[in-house]
């Protein structure tokens, strides 16, 4: 009893100053609500009482992955689509305490995420079911408080039913918890919908819908204010009106603005106005809510394809599935800024959210960094695709998971597409028909400004019944790419998207020297020629039966002006679906860059095509057998010619033909330098070499930052290197790093994007694979820089220093 004695005046504590501090700037309190939870792994239905003992339950904060934790096991009930890592049943629970003081206040619960079959108590009583792992809901706790006394919040959680996706999950709170106080008189959840019906040059016009709701037993006369902000938090425009509500009731009110001469979103420059709405009684202030707003128009067009503000706009896109590497399921808006920051530089501007809604991390931040956004709400239907899948929940919740979703995130300028299902199996059958319209009648409820589209498999009209159903505003079509141009013929007057492409195959750093384009296996259940070692080359010479590599995939959607663009499958390899190989096989070969975020070769292909960027890559690395022949690729825009060399003898130069995207030479390997030089008329554009490298000399390491805020969330990433005394990289080096943290910092993950390496995430010590891995280092809230200490055999260890801020 004194241990939890303790533990509740800390919280108290806590909360009470976190209150003092925000109540003096805002009617609204929104509360950081994920630390201190405790943990178990397994089923404890008594956790919901007062009294339960969690003496031996781990401490830990939100969000959190319990099946990222565990071992891989080929045994697993995941299987190998979810990585054969484990899942089950877990609680959680916290003690908290909220001030008497707040009694008259409406007191809610947000998860943005809990996979899955989530059962939330507070203080014994039940709040609700939520099966759907990837909605985002909330509670109300204020009936069922202690005001002023401790409270006992504890989510069940159960992942057990296996297998229930195609792709790895997570199992857990793995999205971040907040306490929301209010006011009874206050802005609904997701209450605001804000639309620009109009625009030009001179101004917009903005259109705000809020939804008010009074939790009071009085009617309420009140005064609205919403005010647009410009990114400097200057005032540009205001509109404010009396109103009333009913009580126990909500209403929705109406308020236009006039924005003169508005700075336009777009993927270059993602200007974000914000609406902050107040509701005042009398002169106080009762509650204010803020929405974001980006000014923006776009078009999809069956002849010209997409276009933005006006202006023509391939959409160059990637699939991105919600794991977050070796973090797992953990959503981090640091770990999802670097993951988008990775795809900016590639010259991505557009992300497929597959196949589920994301979190809200990444939708704030596609709004931040100008990225279109295609919006995923579901994988299945009621038809299944595996035992435990959605299929079981879909007469349940569908409508209300889809109504959630659009509500949730109708107010991201990024989002310009809803799509309601990835390669639905209804497409096959008339129920698809009136499924297909049921769904895109709910879309068109709640946002008519955006179409509705579907990813869809069957391009033959007579055999797809969702396309029948007439109720899709865009076709998304999922690879065939080589019947692409006979869409305008077959689908006249449809705008078409390539929703999703490629499926190619390869690992990082590992060369089979090409001998032509090959599919593994050709068929389904085939026989393929693999490799012992379960990697795939990563020279673009292999893809999936169903796919296509990437050259040919690109090659064709360029010259198809009709098409709005395509999605890559995918951007970053995702953990599960491991094809075309079994276990030890955990992790997916699709990735423009791999697991541990470090880019393959193609990433550089898509860089010179897609990014005004002047770049010139060439690969393999320079560490070959003696007269073996190699095979160098290069890619390369902005010139004219590519010039070769080894150790300073020309070996030709070298042009793209038509429709190229690479050249390439065929080298007898000698030791030394191999060296290329591009040019444009005449003049040298850019240069690199790469050496052939000798003895380990050193562990290099380079972190993504300088310093991390000590907020026990703030991540750094260190890629782990092991060069020769020049530096350079040791391009087959496998050596076991040993690494240990320092000061304000913990070890959260380590990888080496190698597909078959089933060393735990969660490890202190990492192999390296082609030479390199990743450590992931996380604040731990100490004010004390960190050290990241790492060591090998008889080398010399290495340290580098981060500042904690």
């Excluded at 706790?141 to 792709?167: H, M």
């Amino acid at each position: 009893m004194i241990k939890h004695k303790n533990i509740f005046q800390k919280i108290t504590i806590a909360l009470l100053f976190s209150v003092s501090i925000f109540a003096q700037k805002q009617a609204r309190i929104i509360e950081d609500f994920n630390k201190n939870w405790n943990f178990k792994l397994g089923d404890y239905p008594t956790a919901i009482e007062a009294n339960f003992n969690t003496s031996d339950w781990r401490t830990l904060q939100l969000p959190h992955d319990w099946s990222i934790e565990g071992a891989f096991d080929k045994d697993s009930k995941t299987k190998q689509a979810q990585g054969f890592l484990p899942a089950g049943k877990g609680w959680y629970r916290k003690v908290f305490t909220v001030p008497a003081s707040f009694k008259s206040k409406t007191i809610s619960v947000e998860f943005d995420g809990v996979f899955k079959n989530s059962e939330v108590f507070i203080n014994g009583h039940s709040l609700g079911i939520r099966p759907n792992g990837y909605i985002s809901f909330s509670y109300d706790l204020s009936e069922f408080l202690n005001f002023g006394q401790a409270n006992i919040i504890a989510v069940k959680v159960d992942n057990d039913a296996q297998p229930n996706s195609r792709w790895y999950t997570g199992s857990g709170i793995y999205r971040n918890v907040r306490l929301v106080i209010a006011e009874k008189l206050h802005v609904d959840e997701w209450g605001t919908f804000v639309t620009t019906p109009e625009i030009s040059k001179e101004k917009a016009s903005v259109h705000l819908e809020v939804k008010i709701k009074n939790a009071s037993e009085n009617e309420k006369e009140f005064r609205l204010v919403s005010v647009i902000l410009d990114k400097k938090n200057d005032e540009v425009a205001k509109a404010e009106s009396i109103e009333k509500i009913a009580a126990n009731s909500s209403s929705t009110k109406i308020q236009n603005f006039t924005l003169k001469k508005p700075i336009l979103w777009d993927i270059e420059n993602p200007y974000l106005y914000k609406i902050i709405t107040k509701i005042y009684e009398k002169e106080e202030l009762k509650d204010n809510y803020e929405t974001p707003l980006g000014v923006r128009y776009f078009d999809f067009d069956a002849e010209k394809g997409f276009s933005l503000n006006g202006k023509p706009t391939k959409i160059y896109g990637v699939c991105l599935h919600h794991d977050n590497g070796a973090l797992g399921a953990v959503e981090n808006i640091h770990a999802v800024r670097r993951k988008l920051t990775v795809m900016k530089e590639m010259g991505a501007n557009a992300i497929r959210m597959s196949h589920n809604p994301h979190s809200l991390e990444m939708m704030k931040l596609c709004d931040e960094m100008g990225f279109i956004v295609q919006d995923e709400a579901f994988d299945v239907w009621k038809k299944k695709k595996v035992t435990n899948d959605y299929h079981k929940d879909w007469d349940a919740w569908h409508k209300q998971d889809l109504e959630d979703f659009i509500k949730r995130d109708r107010n991201h300028p990024s989002v310009m597409m809803w799509s309601i299902g990835n390669e639905i199996r209804e497409q096959f059958d008339s129920t698809g028909i009136a499924i297909t319209r049921e769904l895109a009648k709910i879309v068109k409820s709640l946002d008519t400004t955006r179409p509705v589209t579907s990813a869809l498999t069957e391009n033959i009209i007579e055999k797809n019944f969702i396309y029948q159903s007439g109720a899709l505003d865009l076709l998304g079509f999922n690879y065939k790419h080589e019947d692409y141009k006979d869409f305008p013929e077959r689908f006249k007057g449809q705008k078409i998207l390539a929703s999703e492409s490629v499926s190619a195959l390869e690992t990082r750093g590992h060369y089979d020297f090409p001998d032509g384009i090959k599919a593994w296996p050709t068929k389904h259940g085939a026989p393929f020629d693999g490799n012992a070692d379960w990697t795939v080359s990563a020279y673009d010479q292999v893809k999936s039966y169903w796919g296509a590599t990437h050259e040919e995939n690109w090659k064709t959607i360029k010259k198809q002006d009709f098409m709005a663009g395509t999605f890559i499958w995918t951007g970053f390899d995702y953990i599960g679906e491991p094809d075309p190989y079994p276990y030890p096989a955990r992790s997916s070969y699709f990735g423009i860059v791999d697991l541990a975020g470090l880019p393959k070769d193609v990433y550089y292909m898509y860089q010179s095509e897609w990014s005004n960027k002047t770049v010139l890559h060439i690969f393999p690395h320079w560490n070959w057998k003696k007269d073996q022949e190699v095979e160098v690729w290069a890619y390369y825009n902005n010139a004219d010619e590519v010039e070769l060399f080894l150790n300073g003898k020309s070996l030709g130069k070298k042009a793209k033909q038509n429709d190229d995207l690479h050249i390439s030479w065929r080298v007898k390997f000698e030791p030394g330098t191999i060296k290329a030089v591009s040019r444009k008329n005449g003049k040298v554009v850019l240069e690199k070499e790469i050496h052939t490298a000798g003895e380990a000399s050193k562990i290099d390491l380079k972190a993504d930052k300088t310093a991390i805020k000590n907020d026990t969330y703030d991540l750094v990433y260190v890629t782990v290197s092991l060069t020769d005394k020049d530096g350079n990289l040791l391009p087959n080096a496998t050596d076991l790093i040993n690494f240990e943290v320092f000061g304000g910092g913990k070890l959260v993950g380590v990888d080496n994007g190698y597909q078959a390496n089933l060393d735990s995430f969660k490890a202190s010590t990492c192999k390296l694979f082609s030479g390199k891995c990743i450590a992931i280092i996380q604040s731990n809230g100490k004010k004390e820089n960190i050290q990241l200490k790492a060591s090998t055999g008889n080398l010399q260890a290495s340290v580098i220093e981060v500042k904690a801020q």
